[in-house]
């Protein structure tokens, strides 16, 4: 005995996400990892499964450091001597100073508390 089904034109069906009826024909079913689930959802509701879900299913090599690095022989003192930002606190009007150029002052003071 063989068993049919009845096809899907014209049945209606429930999103599992909104609750909303539609066509079954338009429900789609979810999918997580690339597997799908139970779950039928409407078109709005449905979301695609994020690539950033199957973190370890492919290897990732992304070097970050260079092995036994090398300076370039004719680089300047100068020029590694560099006041990051634009006119900080202590440095000359002109230009770019040296590094001494910037100095940190600081103080602390007392703080009364009273009910």
Same mark, same amino acid.
């Given at each position: 005995?063989?068993?049919?089904?009845?096809?899907?034109?014209?049945?209606?069906?429930?999103?599992?996400?909104?609750?909303?009826?539609?066509?079954?024909?338009?429900?789609?079913?979810?999918?997580?990892?690339?597997?799908?689930?139970?779950?039928?959802?409407?078109?709005?509701?449905?979301?695609?499964?994020?690539?950033?879900?199957?973190?370890?299913?492919?290897?990732?090599?992304?070097?970050?450091?260079?092995?036994?690095?090398?300076?370039?022989?004719?680089?300047? %003192?100068?020029?590694?001597?560099?006041?990051?930002?634009?006119?900080? %606190?202590?440095?000359?009007?002109?230009?770019?100073?040296?590094?001494?150029?910037?100095?940190?002052?600081?103080?602390?003071?007392?703080?009364? %508390?009273?009910?």
């Amino acid at each position: 005995m063989s068993m049919t089904f009845v096809s899907e034109k014209k049945a209606l069906g429930i999103c599992d996400r909104c609750g909303q009826r539609h066509k079954l024909k338009d429900l789609k079913f979810e999918t997580v990892k690339q597997r799908r689930t139970s779950l039928r959802t409407c078109p709005t509701c449905y979301d695609k499964d994020h690539p950033q879900l199957m973190l370890g299913t492919f290897p990732i090599n992304d070097p970050q450091a260079l092995r036994n690095p090398r300076s370039d022989a004719n680089e300047r %003192v100068e020029s590694r001597d560099t006041q990051w930002g634009w006119s900080p %606190v202590g440095m000359p009007a002109t230009g770019y100073g040296p590094a001494s150029a910037l100095q940190a002052t600081g103080g602390v003071g007392s703080v009364t %508390v009273t009910a």
